[in-house]
């Protein structure tokens, strides 16, 4: 198959992605192989907290390429150090293990968690998740998610992963037994559809943990840094976890993940768990500017306004066309159609000419918003505007 220049038979899924192939970014804009634009409303997806190819992280790299790329996995490196401190000051935890990917950061975060049964808890090691999440595709990160169809694909999957249902207290307790080590969920699971857990269930959560000696483990790799209001989810709750895992949004698109823990549960030792490219230097000073940028005076508030406006303009939707609301935290969001549109909206979207704009479906009956952070009132308003158009289109 080929777009334009580019012949795109070399990749292992030649037939299953759109025919398009992206070659430049700016802000909330991508642009194509034919020169076509997009406005894109995936970013969180595609971790571009900051926009596509925003000035401080073009500096950040810039600066760090010219200065250190990467030294031997075995020593510290400054920025590695420098993102730690800024990360443990601005949570509830001690220390950072820095990773490449979501998957990744969770794999070690079910490690930790087990390691800790073994000196804690003599040799527990069951993670009760849930329904619906998802934390991955590695073997290990697959068997711990609830996503349908996945307990059987690769099997035999990973054993050691009950799931309960989501806010569900009851379906919790009834899981535990002297083999469990922790409990692990989202905040808001994401691509099980844009679903908050309750204030209510996460402290009923923490007391469970509490009560039989159990691992609270937070998975912010679609939630932290800044996506639903705060900088992290978690402190929407009224809780402290034990570990929290952390990827997309941390990088602004760089590939850098990282797992954060209490002092008393890192149990890990040298070896334990690392990579070659785990703390690089490149990535980390990537981290360290989103996080500044994250953190600075007025960013999370102007997070919260984009997400004020576009949970209004999805209610009005909802209300003009008779569909059933819309949920999620900060810029996370969902619209619930009330009908299988998704699908047919997002391509609709997606091929309009001559600008296209990029939604998501994770279920049929679902649209999922994640502009970048600092998205413009402007654009949301031409999202919604245009989201409209296609509703009144598609849905009649
Ligand atoms: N956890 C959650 C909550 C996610 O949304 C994702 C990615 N969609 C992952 C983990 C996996 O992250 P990665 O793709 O970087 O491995």
């Known amino acids: 198959m080929e777009f334009g220049q580019f012949n795109v038979n070399a990749l292992m899924e030649i037939t299953q992605r759109p025919e398009i192939v992206f070659v430049r970014g700016q802000g909330s804009w991508l642009e194509d192989h034919a020169g076509k634009r997009y406005l894109d409303f995936i970013q969180g997806w595609a971790v571009n907290t900051l926009g596509h190819c925003p000035p401080e992280i073009i500096a950040a790299l810039d600066k760090q390429a010219r200065t250190l790329i990467n030294p031997s996995p075995a020593f510290y490196n400054q920025p590695m150090v420098e993102l730690a401190e800024r990360l443990t000051s601005a949570s509830c935890f001690d220390r950072v293990f820095f990773a490449n990917s979501g998957a990744e950061a969770n794999e070690g975060a079910i490690k930790l968690a087990r390691k800790w049964g073994q000196v804690n808890k003599n040799g527990a090691f069951k993670i009760i998740t849930f329904d619906h999440s998802f934390h991955g595709r590695t073997l290990t990160t697959m068997s711990a998610s609830g996503k349908p169809g996945w307990s059987t694909i690769f099997a035999p999957q990973v054993e050691g992963f009950p799931k309960a249902d989501l806010n569900d207290i009851a379906s919790v307790e009834a899981l535990v037994d002297d083999q469990t080590v922790a409990i692990m969920l989202e905040?808001?699971?994401?691509?099980?559809?844009?679903?908050?857990?309750?204030?209510?269930?996460?402290?009923?959560?923490?007391?469970?943990?509490?009560?039989?000696?159990?691992?609270?483990?937070?998975?912010?790799?679609?939630?932290?840094?800044?996506?639903?209001?705060?900088?992290?989810?978690?402190?929407?709750?009224?809780?402290?976890?034990?570990?929290?895992?952390?990827?997309?949004?941390?990088?602004?698109?760089?590939?850098?993940?990282?797992?954060?823990?209490?002092?008393?549960?890192?149990?890990?030792?040298?070896?334990?768990?690392?990579?070659?490219?785990?703390?690089?230097?490149?990535?980390?000073?990537?981290?360290?500017?989103?996080?500044?940028?994250?953190?600075?005076?007025?960013?999370?508030?102007?997070?919260?306004?984009?997400?004020?406006?576009?949970?209004?303009?999805?209610?009005?939707?909802?209300?003009?066309?008779?569909?059933?609301?819309?949920?999620?935290?900060?810029?996370?969001?969902?619209?619930?159609?009330?009908?299988?549109?998704?699908?047919?909206?997002?391509?609709?979207?997606?091929?309009?000419?001559?600008?296209?704009?990029?939604?998501?479906?994770?279920?049929?009956?679902?649209?999922?918003?994640?502009?970048?952070?600092?998205?413009?009132?402007?654009?949301?308003?031409?999202?919604?505007?245009?989201?409209?158009?296609?509703?009144?289109?598609?849905?009649?």
């Not at 785990?278 to 360290?288: D, E, H, K, S, Y």
């Not at 996370?332 to 609709?348: F, M, Y």
């Open 187 to 396: 905040p808001v699971q994401g691509e099980g559809g844009v679903i908050p857990a309750t204030q209510e269930f996460m402290q009923g959560l923490r007391q469970l943990a509490d009560k039989h000696k159990l691992l609270l483990i937070v998975d912010e790799v679609q939630t932290g840094m800044g996506r639903t209001g705060s900088l992290f989810a978690y402190q929407q709750f009224g809780i402290t976890p034990d570990i929290m895992t952390l990827a997309k949004g941390i990088g602004g698109g760089a590939p850098l993940a990282a797992l954060l823990a209490r002092q008393d549960v890192c149990v890990f030792k040298h070896g334990d768990q690392g990579g070659t490219y785990n703390g690089n230097p490149l990535m980390t000073a990537v981290g360290i500017a989103v996080f500044d940028a994250v953190t600075a005076p007025g960013f999370l508030e102007g997070v919260n306004a984009r997400g004020k406006q576009l949970s209004d303009g999805l209610l009005q939707l909802s209300e003009k066309y008779g569909m059933k609301g819309e949920r999620g935290m900060g810029l996370l969001r969902a619209l619930k159609l009330g009908t299988d549109h998704g699908p047919a909206i997002v391509e609709a979207a997606r091929d309009q000419n001559p600008e296209g704009l990029l939604l998501n479906a994770p279920r049929p009956n679902l649209l999922r918003f994640m502009p970048a952070l600092n998205v413009s009132a402007e654009d949301m308003d031409s999202m919604l505007k245009q989201l409209d158009v296609l509703v009144e289109r598609i849905c009649k």
